[in-house]
C-alpha cells in the first residue's frame, strides 16, 4: 500500500505542477490582449458554481442530513464557530476571527473542565442584528431539544455538558453545562468522565443561529444555574417553543430555515434556492476571516453539473468553477482545458467510498458472508476504471488525505517532540531515536486485504453451511440462483439488494466486476437506482427494509469520530456472529481512540490502527476506494486556494474575479522586454504585467481537509 500511496502522490504532484502554472498566468491589461487569442468575457460580478453531488436543501445544520454539497452552502452562510482546526498545531484552537480570549480550568475535586470564552463586540447578523453569547447557547438548545426527532431529524448528543441528561429527561428546568456571565462572555462545562478527548476543543466548536428567526418570541435564559429557553413575553403562560412554530419557521419548504436560511453569519447570504440551484449575495456585516480575507465576488450561482458535460459548459462559459471532479472521462476531458485560459486544482479526499450493511438483515449477520461478498468484488480493477488511476484501493476506514493515514504510509513527517540540530546533546539525539522507533512502529501491515477470490469465498459460505437451495434441498452450482441456509426454522436466501445513487456510474463497473462474481459465489445481487435525497432518508431512516447494502461515501470531518457511524452497544456481551455485536465492539474502539489526550497523538494513532484492524475483520462495511478531487475553472478566478480550507466556500472568500492572459502571451511579452525575438504579438510595456512566482509545491501532505 505504500507503494501504491507514493505512486498516486507522484501522479497528483506532477498534476499539481501543472495546476499551479495554470493558475499562475500573469495579469495583462484587457486591450493589450491579441484578437486571435482574446477569450470572452466573464461576468465579474457573478461566479457560477457546479458540483456532480446535487444538494439535498438541508442547510441547517446537519440534524437532517449531511450531503457534501450541503455542507458546502452551510459553510458560505454561516461561519462564525467559537473553534476552529489549527493547521499549524494539529489540534482545535479558538476562532480569533471571534473569540477574544479562551480561559480553560479545570476542578481539581470532580476533574470536570469549564472553558470561558469571550467574544468579540463587532460580530454581526446578515440583517444587521448583533451576534452574543446567548446566540450561542441557543445553538446549543436547539440541537439538543427531544422536539428535533419530532421534526423528523436527529438530536445531537451533548452528553459530555454538565447537566445534559437531566435536562433532557426533564429533571431540570436548565441546562447548567452552559452558563452566560454576560451578552459576551459564556461557559461550558464539560463532565470528567468524558474527558480526555483527542478533539477537546471541537466540542464548543458551536456556530451561532438567530432566534428572531428560528423561534419568534421565544428567549434564552440564564437565572443562575444554567440555561433554557422560555418565552419572551413572560406574561404568555403557555410555551412557545413547540413542534408546531419549528413546522412553520424551520420546516416550512417554501421559507423554513432549513432550506432557507437567508440570515446568517458567513461570508455569503443566501437569496434564492429552487430545490437544485442556489444564490448567494454578499454579506455586508461579514467581519472576515482569521487572515481578514472579505468575499468581493458580489454574486454566486450554485448548481448541480453532470459528468456528461461539465466540461464542455465550463468550456462555453456556463461555469465559472466546477468542484470536487472525481469521475474519470471528466477529469482527464478538465485536463485538456488546462493549457489554455483554464486552471485546475487537485486535492487529496479525507473520505471514502464504501458499501455499508443494514444491521438487521438475517443473510448479513455472520461474518464470513460479509467476507464471502468483499472477496467478489474486483476492487482493483472497478477503482481504476472509475478513478482512472486518481484513486486507491482502501481496506480501512479512511481518506488518503486524512492525516492519520499519511503518517501511517510515511508521507507525512512524524510529530516528534525533539529537534535535532548540529549541537543537539546525546540526550536529545537519544529521545528522538526513541520517538522515531515509536512512529516507525505505526504500521497498517496487519490489516486484512481483500483481493477478488471467488474460491475463498465459496468456501467461507460453506462452511457456515449455506448449501440450500430455495426449495431447501441441495444447492447446486450453475443450477440455482441462490445459496440459502435454515436460520432459527427460516429459510433464509442469499438474494439481495443494494441502492446506489442513480447519477452514478457506479451499475456499469458492478454488473461486470462484482454481480458476476457473486453469482459464481452463490449470491444474487439487484441493483437499485436512487436519487441521492431518496438515499440519504432511507440509510438514514432505514425506511426501506429491502435494501440490504447501500453505496455510499463520506467526506470525514477533521474530528474524526467514527463513533457516529455505528450503533451503540454492550461491548462486554459475550462474542456473537452478529452486525449488532460488531458495531457495538467498533463503537467502543472507536470511543477508546477518541479518549486520547490532545497532546498525545501517538497514543491516538495506536489506537487507530488497532481500529481499522478490528474494522478489516469485522467488516461492517466495504471500504472502497479514496481519490484526488480535482477542481476545474477559469482563470479569470484569481486566488482560489482550495487545498487548505475545508470546503470551496471558504476558499472562495479571498478569491476574486479579474482579467487574465495566456502564459503564451506572459512570455512573448517578456520577450519583447528583453529585445528578444517577439513570435507575433501586440507590442507590450513592460510596466503593464508584473511575472508572478511559480510554486510547485501544489500538493502538500501536511494540508488536512474537511
Given at each position: ?33 491579441t ?21 439535498d ?13 450541503d455542507?458546502?452552502?452551510?459553510s ?22 471571534v ?10 475535586k ?9 467574544l ?65 462572555m459564556i ?53 412557545l417553543?413547540?413542534?408546531e ?15 432557507h ?6 461570508p ?13 449575495e ?33 468550456e462555453?462559459?456556463?461555469?465559472d ?28 479526499r ?16 455472520e ?43 510515511g ?38 486485504h ?27 452450482p ?24 442513480e ?5 456499469v463497473?458492478?454488473e ?50 467514527p463513533?457516529?457511524?455505528f450503533?451503540p ?13 460488531v458495531?457495538?465492539?467498533?463503537y ?5 481512540m ?19 484492524e478490528?474494522?478489516?475483520?469485522m ?15 477559469t ?9 487548505k ?20 502571451e ?15 504579438s ?5 510596466d ?12 502538500d501532505?501536511?494540508d488536512?481537509?474537511d
Amino acid at each position: 500500500m505504500k507503494r501504491l500511496i507514493s505512486l498516486l502522490l507522484c501522479l497528483a504532484l506532477l498534476l499539481g505542477g501543472n495546476c499551479v502554472f495554470a493558475e499562475e498566468a500573469e495579469n495583462l491589461p484587457k486591450e493589450n490582449q491579441t484578437e486571435e487569442n482574446q477569450a470572452e468575457e466573464y461576468s465579474h460580478e457573478e461566479l457560477r458554481v457546479g458540483n456532480p453531488t446535487p444538494m439535498d436543501g438541508k442547510f441547517f445544520t446537519g440534524l437532517w442530513g449531511n450531503s457534501t454539497t450541503d455542507i458546502d452552502v452551510r459553510s458560505i452562510v454561516n461561519s462564525y464557530y467559537l473553534t476552529v482546526w489549527g493547521y499549524d498545531t494539529g489540534i482545535f484552537r479558538e476562532n480569533k476571527t471571534v473569540v477574544s480570549s479562551l480561559n480553560i480550568a479545570e476542578d481539581t475535586k470532580s476533574g470536570d473542565r469549564t472553558y470561558l470564552v469571550t467574544l468579540y463586540r463587532d460580530l454581526f447578523y446578515s440583517d444587521g442584528s448583533p451576534i452574543t453569547a446567548w446566540d450561542y447557547a441557543f445553538s446549543v438548545l436547539f440541537q439538543i431539544d427531544p422536539v428535533i426527532a419530532e421534526l423528523g431529524g436527529v438530536p445531537l448528543d451533548m452528553s459530555y455538558f454538565d447537566g445534559y441528561k437531566e435536562y433532557i429527561s426533564g429533571e431540570r428546568p436548565y441546562l447548567s453545562g452552559i452558563r452566560i456571565l454576560n451578552d459576551y462572555m459564556i461557559e461550558f462545562s464539560v463532565n470528567h468522565e468524558y474527558l480526555p478527548y483527542f478533539f477537546e476543543l471541537f466540542r464548543i466548536g458551536i456556530l451561532p443561529y438567530p432566534i428572531h428567526e428560528i423561534a419568534p418570541g421565544c428567549k434564552v435564559y440564564d437565572d443562575g444555574q444554567g440555561v433554557y429557553i422560555g418565552n419572551e413575553d413572560k406574561s404568555i403562560a403557555e410555551p412557545l417553543f413547540t413542534k408546531e412554530l419549528l413546522e412553520a419557521t424551520v420546516m416550512d419548504p417554501d421559507t423554513g430555515y432549513l432550506s432557507h436560511p437567508t440570515v446568517g453569519s458567513g461570508p455569503y447570504v443566501l437569496t434564492s434556492w429552487d430545490g437544485e440551484s442556489c444564490t448567494f449575495e454578499i454579506n455586508p456585516y461579514f467581519k472576515g476571516d482569521e487572515d481578514g480575507n472579505k468575499p468581493s465576488i458580489p454574486k454566486i450561482h450554485f448548481t448541480l453539473a453532470k459528468n456528461e458535460d461539465m466540461i464542455q459548459k465550463l468550456e462555453e462559459r456556463e461555469f465559472d468553477l466546477l468542484n470536487k471532479v472525481t469521475r474519470e472521462d471528466t477529469i482527464l476531458s478538465g485536463l485538456q482545458l488546462v493549457s489554455g485560459p483554464f486552471a485546475m486544482q487537485n486535492y487529496p479526499r479525507i473520505g471514502l467510498t464504501f458499501i455499508v450493511f443494514t444491521p438487521d438483515r438475517k443473510a448479513l449477520q455472520e461474518k464470513n458472508v460479509r467476507k464471502a461478498i468483499n472477496y467478489c468484488m474486483d476492487t482493483t480493477t472497478i477503482v481504476r476504471d472509475y478513478t482512472s488511476g486518481f484513486g486507491i484501493q482502501m481496506d480501512i476506514f479512511a481518506g488518503v488525505g486524512q492525516w492519520m493515514y499519511s503518517i501511517a504510509q510515511g508521507s507525512l513527517d512524524y510529530p516528534i517532540s525533539v529537534e535535532l540540530t548540529d549541537q543537539s546533546s546525546a540526550a536529545d539525539k537519544a529521545q528522538y531515536e526513541k520517538e522515531y522507533a515509536e512512529w516507525e512502529a505505526i504500521t497498517l501491515d496487519n490489516v486484512l486485504h481483500y483481493d477478488l477470490n471467488v474460491d475463498h469465498a465459496i468456501r467461507l459460505l460453506e462452511e457456515n453451511g449455506w448449501t440450500l437451495n430455495a426449495q431447501g434441498g441441495t444447492y447446486t452450482p450453475g443450477v440455482d440462483e441462490y445459496r440459502c441456509k435454515m436460520i432459527d426454522g427460516e429459510l433464509v436466501a442469499l438474494n439481495m439488494t443494494c441502492a446506489y445513487p442513480e447519477t452514478n456510474r457506479t451499475a456499469v463497473s458492478m454488473e461486470t466486476l462484482f454481480i458476476p462474481y457473486l453469482e459464481e459465489a452463490g449470491i444474487k445481487l439487484t441493483l437499485i437506482p436512487m436519487d441521492m435525497k431518496t438515499l440519504l432518508r432511507s440509510y438514514n431512516d432505514r425506511d426501506i427494509e429491502q435494501i440490504d447494502m447501500f453505496y455510499l461515501g463520506d467526506d470525514f470531518n477533521i474530528e474524526f469520530d467514527p463513533q457516529l457511524f455505528f450503533l451503540p452497544g454492550d461491548p462486554t456481551a459475550p462474542e456473537e456472529d452478529n452486525l449488532a455485536w460488531v458495531h457495538a465492539q467498533m463503537y467502543e474502539y472507536a470511543r477508546l481512540m477518541c479518549e486520547t489526550d490532545p497532546h498525545d497523538t501517538l497514543g491516538f494513532m495506536r489506537k487507530w490502527v488497532t481500529f481499522q484492524e478490528k474494522f478489516s475483520d469485522m467488516l461492517p462495511m466495504i471500504p472502497i476506494y479514496s481519490n484526488v478531487y480535482f477542481d476545474f475553472y477559469t482563470k479569470e478566478l484569481l486566488n482560489y486556494e482550495i487545498r487548505k480550507p475545508v470546503t470551496w466556500g471558504d476558499a472562495i472568500v479571498p478569491a476574486s474575479m479579474g482579467l487574465f492572459v495566456l502564459e503564451q502571451e506572459a512570455a512573448e511579452a517578456a520577450a519583447a522586454a528583453a529585445g528578444e525575438e517577439e513570435a507575433g504579438s501586440d507590442d507590450f510595456e513592460t510596466d503593464d504585467f508584473e511575472t508572478d512566482d511559480f510554486d510547485d509545491d501544489s500538493f502538500d501532505d501536511s494540508d488536512f481537509e474537511d
